[in-house]
């Protein structure tokens, strides 16, 4: 790795990839269901069209990460972008029912290569011991695209409909393309030990990937658990749509300030990944639990907390993945992280609504607060991680 930071002109653009993977995937899907005359004719529609993007991550991104590590991670970054502005431009040019699918399944598909590039660039550009204050800038820029997200893209669906959300997206990609082609240095594959899937999965299931990655999982979990539910709750408690928007909004303003500090004191010294994972994860467990409260101050209690406790997690976890991975395998462990974070992001709602469906939408939040509460007491019996301050990579990883 390099001896001192990366300039910022050489992070710019990949936190401009964090913003446009962020901005994508919320943009459309928070503007799909209000508007039947582009294509959303029903519930059922609208659930395939968002679980495409989602569902071609999970699939994908394992696999860009790893071809991140034999090509390299900025050819595929560089990749990523172009067929996510391609995907995008299909529907602009299209306008029809079956090209809104082909269109979203691009930009999964697209999205599954450029997004773990873009991490394992973070990581490889950066010195260790920098590495905190590294991905708390890309975490605080794609919360920034997560909240802008669905604002702004309501403002281009109402001024020109799907087209016009999907032609900005377009532009957004290829001018992140070009700036990350200017800016990005090539950074060669590292030479790579021969790897079984025996061996792969041994390391995949040490506690150095899986703890981080479990806390990302469970705060992606309680960010969208936030996102879709506490809208609701906002409703039931006789809340109008600015209050229930404006605590989505601090939860995701929240997670997004409390990034780049949990980084940089990661970094500094003053926070180890094994107490700031910790005390995340029982910032998220509080703030689901103060969900359960009824009225406009659980509510917001629930979205300062939540938005805290993810805030945490995400820098220090993928900080810890980047320490305890050899640079020729970043790409691959990044995109296995990321597949976690999207199993979170899928099952947490999940779990929310069938416990909701059985008893009630508090018991749902209870059950997610009861399982981020016992990962944060299982966080603090295992053994410490290593982090970028911390002792080097185990070979086995």
């Known amino acids: 790795m390099t001896a001192r930071p990366a300039p910022r002109r050489q992070m710019w653009p990949l936190y401009a990839a964090g913003f446009t993977t962020a901005f994508g995937a919320h943009g459309i899907a928070a503007n799909l269901g209000g508007h039947s005359a582009d294509a959303v004719t029903s519930l059922l529609v609208l659930g395939g069209l ?24 900025r050819p595929v970054l560089l990749g990523g972008l172009v067929a996510f502005a391609l995907a995008s431009a299909l529907y602009v040019l299209a306008d029809s029912p079956g090209w809104l699918w082909a269109a ?21 550009l950066n ?30 669906v109402r001024a ?5 959300l999907f032609a900005v997206l377009a532009v957004l990609g290829v001018t992140v393309a070009v700036w990350a082609a200017l800016a990005v240095p090539a950074v060669p594959p590292l030479p790579r030990v021969r790897q079984t899937l025996l061996d792969l999965a041994r390391r995949l299931t040490e506690p150095v990937f899986l703890a981080p990655t479990a806390a990302l999982a469970a705060a992606t979990a309680a960010l969208s658990v936030g996102v879709g539910f506490l809208p609701v709750s906002g409703r039931a408690a006789g809340l109008g749509t600015v209050a229930t928007g404006a605590a989505v909004s601090v939860l995701a ?9 949990a980084g940089r004191a990661l970094d500094a010294g003053r926070l180890t990944t094994r107490t700031g994972l910790t005390a995340g994860l029982l910032l998220t467990a509080a703030g689901l639990a103060c969900a359960m409260l009824p009225g406009l101050v659980g509510i917001l209690t629930a979205a300062v907390l939540t938005g805290a406790g993810t805030g945490l997690i995400t820098p220090l976890g993928f900080a810890a993945l980047a320490a ?8 691959q462990t990044m995109g296995a992280a990321e597949l976690g974070r999207e199993l979170g992001d899928a099952g947490g709602p999940l779990l929310v609504a069938a416990v909701a469906s059985l008893a009630t939408l508090t018991y749902g939040y ?3 607060a009861a399982l981020t509460g016992l990962g944060a007491v299982a966080a603090l019996v295992r053994r410490r991680l290593p982090g970028p301050t911390g002792p080097p990579p185990s070979t086995a990883l």
Not at 253 to 261: E, K
Request: glycine share 18%.
């Open 50 to 73: 968002l679980a495409l993007y989602d569902g071609a991550e999970v699939v994908l991104k394992p696999v860009f990460g790893t071809l991140a590590d034999r090509i390299g991670a």
């Open 104 to 124: 979203r399944l691009g930009q999964g598909a697209a999205a599954s290569a450029f997004s773990p590039s873009a991490s394992a660039l973070v990581a490889r």
């Open 127 to 156: 010195p260790a011991a920098k590495h905190g204050r590294a991905f708390g800038g890309y975490g605080f820029y794609k919360s920034i695209g997560y909240t802008l997200g669905p604002l702004l893209g309501g403002v281009l």
């Open 160 to 164: 020109g409909g799907l087209r016009l």
């Open 253 to 261: 303003a929240t997670a997004a300030l409390v990034q780049p500090r």
């Open 324 to 331: 305890g991975t050899p640079a020729e395998r970043l790409g």
């Open 366 to 368: 209870g059950a997610l």
